[in-house]
């Protein structure tokens, strides 16, 4: 029977890695406009390499790891150029769900066809395999540097948007993507820094997360719904409205899981839906999506 | 005789950006009234406010004895406050016609019959028949909206206007844009609107204002400045000092 | 709104709508004859083309909400499968005329959709987009944990209609069943056709392009959406039924996601916004998913995901756009 701190520590960790991968996702809609179905597939891959990395070719975790974001990030920078550049904007919703759907389905079949439908694991190193003790409790290692990244990662964001030059022209793109060319940032190689750095999340989160949320072929496909959901829940293009949702969101599906585990899914939605039409622009009233 | 329109004490801020001060207006039937002012004076806003795309921090508005400060947009539309856009708002894909046949069926309260046809309402055709060849626009009824000329769609705003049948019609800068070649079929519109109805028009160009408005209201930086016949606005000191500097950017 | 969903009338010449109007008028005639043909002609493909029929008549529910009022939605399986369990639950315990059981399926979906859309369709974008994706999960949930009135995940079965009419059997190779859908669907698309140049299609397609404009004529645009959602929800509920009916059985599939997401790749395979493109978009996707079927579900997906793609980049109309502009240059008129 899991106590409350139990199922509070599973919840946290759960909306960090939620929180990790999403929060790209909210950049990128934020500042481009753009609904990316896609990333969770890009989460996916990640996983993928770094299992493949790890097992296959016996690279230590944190190798892995590396590889595996860089790796994403390269493959997926072309497609920003290629593929979204000409779906920006929100009066393009439509075209932007069917595209990502589509590349969605397609990274799904190439991971289907390389690796097979069956579930794969990254070997976590001795170090996150046994428990931490934080005061009187103690907590699962992986779950602990989970949390510890998700909170890194908050504030390495922060720390990007509010004191470097990158930051203030995002931000200020963001705000008035019109004023902002005019003031000479130039667009094109700010959005595909900003897609690499949400594609660069994403992969984090997908390595990162590979415990609890497992990769298998239909990963992509299964998620993308709670990805969204915290970004619409937190606010299209806001980092701290990313981390409350995620958060939120991540403790209430625990949650949900482990009391009523009959009705986990439908307590999850019902949640969902309440805070949407409470607060149709996310929680930090990010921009209307 | 009671106004129709009657303003008390608009206000808006945003936080702290006060962008309309303490705005009282009253209009009759027959009113010819034109508002001017400097570019941000907030004469937009102040017809957003009026209009109910902006909810006010402060103040009423009075339509025709009622109290319309917290109905929606189109509740107001429906009680006779009619509205232009400064920018031709219209809906791109529709033909003329379409367009007033929308307008005339919204006034009639006829837009949630699901099963009539459109094109066999009865009176529908001849009455969009009058107004178009009123506005000149019968030679483009059925062409799309977005393939109009701009002056062809600024007529069609005011003609959208009238087909609602307003008490009240704000016409925001309806000349804006339109080359001269065009700009006297709108003119001839507005010197043909009905005589009972009470005008409220927001310009730019003088010519226009000082022809067509027996009353001028002056905006500046949010507040009513002064009021008055088209002779004491032309006198007046501070009019001439609140468009100094702007006067040079006023006529494009 | 996006390319895709105000794909034909950016820019249309006067031939250019004269196309589309003539090709409007054609539609139920058409319709009906490649209908009667493909009864005479594949004798035992019935049950497909039984399923093609109910399909496209949800596939033309969701075109209004989207072609027509240009809400995008996730959710539209809702109604679906609303009306598919609310006619198979009817047909198991207490009636079996067809179409009452038709009726039912139709009151059932307009009712969900009339609730939900009354509560979330004050939002946009990507908010409306989860809500709605959230409706859907919540009513599969819903019906998942109803077991003893829909079988929960083993589906409901034992739907045994009575003859159509009084007259027609169901019988075992399926005619009535194709000949009953492809009549509802007929019936379907001229009751949605009378819909969309009514008064209130008129309205509608105002509140897509601009709901301030509408707000400006006096309109309220929540209103008309919440209308036309419901609508489109009647219609969603009478092809769920239909299915049911024809079918016997009802799966939770039919009120997933996934089923919604279905539905919306056969509409703009097929063109947004004609009420015709559904009808195309549905038979030409589920044709060729027939005939790949035999394939391994990866490989459909890896098609289907690149065709999509294709569809946004190289022709946002979907088939019945690019094809007006075929027709166009064929009559030698302008693109």
Request: one cysteine or more; hydrophobic letters at 55%; proline letters at 3%.
């Amino acid at each position: 029977m899991e106590t409350v701190f139990g199922i509070a520590v599973d919840g946290v960790a759960y909306g960090m890695i939620l929180f990790i991968i999403s929060v790209g996702l909210s950049v990128t809609l934020g500042l481009m406009r753009v609904v990316n179905l896609a990333h969770g597939a890009f989460a996916m891959v990640a996983g993928y390499v770094a299992s493949y990395a790890a097992q296959g070719l016996g690279l230590p975790y944190v190798a892995a790891l590396v590889v595996a974001v860089l790796l994403t990030v390269v493959a997926t920078l072309p497609m920003e150029k290629l593929l979204y550049r000409r779906i920006y904007g929100s009066a393009n919703e439509l075209s932007q769900v069917l595209l990502t759907i589509g590349l969605t389905f397609v990274i799904v079949a190439c991971i289907n066809y390389l690796f097979g439908p069956t579930l794969k694991r990254i070997p976590l190193p001795d170090a996150l395999l046994g428990t931490v003790s934080i005061g009187p409790k103690s907590i699962p290692a992986h779950r602990a540097f989970v949390i510890g990244m998700g909170a890194a990662t908050i504030l390495g964001l922060w720390w990007l948007l509010e004191r470097t030059d990158f930051g203030i022209k995002l931000r200020a793109a963001v705000d008035d993507p019109n004023m902002a060319a005019a003031l000479g940032i130039r667009t094109e190689r700010l959005y595909m820094a900003t897609f690499a750095l949400g594609t660069g999340l994403a992969a984090l989160g997908g390595v990162l997360g590979a415990e609890l949320l497992p990769l298998e072929p239909y990963y992509a496909i299964r998620y993308i719904v709670l990805f969204l959901a915290v970004v619409a829940v937190g606010g299209a293009g806001s980092i701290f409205g990313s981390a409350a949702a995620a958060l939120a969101l991540g403790i209430v599906d625990t949650a949900g899981k482990y009391l009523i585990p009959n009705f986990g899914e439908f307590f999850f939605y019902a949640a969902l839906i309440l805070i949407l039409f409470r607060w149709p622009h996310g929680f930090f009233h990010g921009r209307a999506a | 005789m009671t106004a129709l329109l009657q303003v008390e004490g608009l206000s808006k801020n945003f936080g702290g950006l006060q962008v309309s001060s303490d705005i009282t207006l009253d209009l009759k039937a027959g009113d010819r009234c034109a508002l001017i002012g400097p570019n941000g004076a907030g004469k937009t806003t102040f017809v957003n406010l009026v209009t109910g795309v902006l909810a006010p921090s402060a103040g009423t508005i009075r339509l025709d004895g009622h109290d319309v400060t917290t109905l929606t947009a189109e509740a107001r539309v429906r009680r006779g406050l009619i509205r232009s856009f400064q920018v031709a708002r219209l809906f791109r894909s529709m033909t003329v016609r379409e367009h007033l046949e929308l307008a005339i069926l919204e006034r009639e309260r006829k837009t949630f019959r699901i099963f009539a046809s459109v094109r066999r309402m009865p009176g529908l055709a001849d009455e969009i028949a009058g107004v178009m060849d009123t506005m000149g626009l019968t030679a483009v009824a059925d062409t799309q909206v977005g393939m109009l000329a701009y002056g062809q769609q600024r007529l069609l705003e005011i003609a959208l206007a009238l087909a609602l049948k307003p008490k009240v019609l704000i016409l925001d800068e309806p000349a804006a844009g339109v080359p001269h070649s065009e700009s006297h079929r709108i003119l001839d519109a507005l010197d043909r609107l009905p005589a009972d109805l009470a005008v409220l028009m927001i310009e730019h160009d003088m010519d226009l204002v000082f022809r067509f408005a027996k009353r001028i209201v002056v905006l500046a930086q949010g507040r009513l400045l002064c009021s008055g016949t088209a002779q004491e606005i032309a006198a007046d000191p501070r009019v001439r000092d609140v468009y100094l500097g702007s006067r040079a950017h006023a006529h494009h | 709104m996006s390319a895709v969903a105000t794909n034909h009338t950016r820019h249309e010449t006067a031939r250019g709508r004269m196309t589309r109007i003539a090709m409007d008028g054609a539609a139920v005639p058409i319709m009906a004859a490649f209908g009667l043909a493909a009864f005479w002609l594949f004798p035992e493909d019935l049950g497909l083309m039984t399923r093609i029929a109910a399909t496209a008549l949800f596939v033309l529910s969701l075109d209004l909400v989207l072609g027509f009022g240009g809400i995008a939605t996730l959710g539209q399986a809702a109604m679906f499968g609303t009306g598919a369990y609310a006619a198979g639950i009817a047909a198991v315990h207490w009636v079996s005329d067809p179409i009452a059981l038709l009726a039912i399926g139709g009151v059932a979906g307009g009712l969900i959709a009339l609730v939900t859309g009354a509560l979330i369709l004050h939002a946009r974008g990507l908010t409306l987009l989860m809500l709605t994706i959230a409706v859907v999960q919540i009513v599969q949930e819903v019906v998942n944990k109803a077991r003893d009135w829909t079988g929960g995940s083993d589906g409901l079965s034992g739907i045994d209609p009575a003859p159509v009419l009084g007259m027609f059997r169901f019988d075992m190779f399926g005619r009535t069943s194709y000949l009953f859908a492809l009549a509802v669907l007929l019936v379907g698309y001229m009751v949605a056709r009378r819909i969309v140049k009514s008064p209130f299609g008129l309205a509608c397609r105002g509140v897509k392009e601009d709901q301030l404009r509408i707000a400006a004529l006096g309109g309220s645009p929540k209103r008309y959406l919440v209308a036309l959602y419901a609508i489109a929800g009647v219609f969603a509920g009478v092809a769920g039924a239909l299915t049911a009916v024809t079918s016997g059985i009802v799966g939770l599939d039919s009120v997933s996601f996934s089923w919604s997401a279905e539905a919306l790749v056969m509409l703009v395979l097929g063109g947004t916004g004609r009420l015709y493109g559904a009808i195309i978009g549905t038979v030409a996707f589920m044709t060729i998913h027939h005939i790949l079927a035999a394939t391994d579900p990866f490989h459909w997906m890896l098609f289907i995901g690149l065709f999509l793609m294709a569809i946004v980049l190289f022709a946002p109309g979907g088939i019945t756009s690019a094809f007006e502009r075929l027709f166009n240059r064929v009559k030698g008129g302008r693109a």
